[in-house]
């Protein structure tokens, strides 16, 4: 069974900085290793995109957070890491991390996404 814990979230006043986690397992597997999106949902938004971190080590970000948002992972591949700094007010939002794509032990698993249940990051002015 595949899980995500989201967690690092709270709430900052504009300009300040958050890392979130983002820990990622399949039960029954020994070594596992992600690839994992961040993506975030504001109040009365659609669900978009933030930031991808591959198991090959490709690293992608929207527009929105280039050179403020970092994404990385830890040397097991479970955990990334979406370090946070400079934030806005528009940064608020639940943020959430998915994969679809992951290989445990020998297996590779590929067709279908699981989603953490998120964590909250809210941004006063």
């Known amino acids: 069974q595949v899980q995500l814990l989201e967690s690092g979230g709270g709430s900052v006043q504009a300009g300040g900085s958050l890392r979130l986690s983002c820990a990622a397992s399949?039960?029954?597997?020994?070594?596992?290793?992600?690839?994992i999106d961040w993506y975030r949902q504001a109040p009365g938004k659609e669900r978009e995109f933030v930031s991808f971190i591959g198991r090959d080590g490709s690293i992608r970000y929207a527009d929105s957070v280039k050179g403020r948002f970092t994404v990385s992972q830890d040397n097991t591949k479970e955990t990334v890491y979406l370090q946070m700094k400079s934030l806005k007010p528009e940064d608020t939002a639940m943020y959430y991390c998915?994969?679809?794509?992951?290989?445990?032990?020998?297996?590779?698993?590929?067709?279908?996404?699981?989603w953490g249940k998120g964590t909250l990051v809210t941004v006063s002015s």
């Open positions: 998915k994969t679809g794509n992951f290989r445990c032990d020998w297996t590779t698993f590929r067709g279908m996404d699981y």
């Open positions: 399949n039960s029954g597997y020994n070594f596992c290793a992600f690839d």
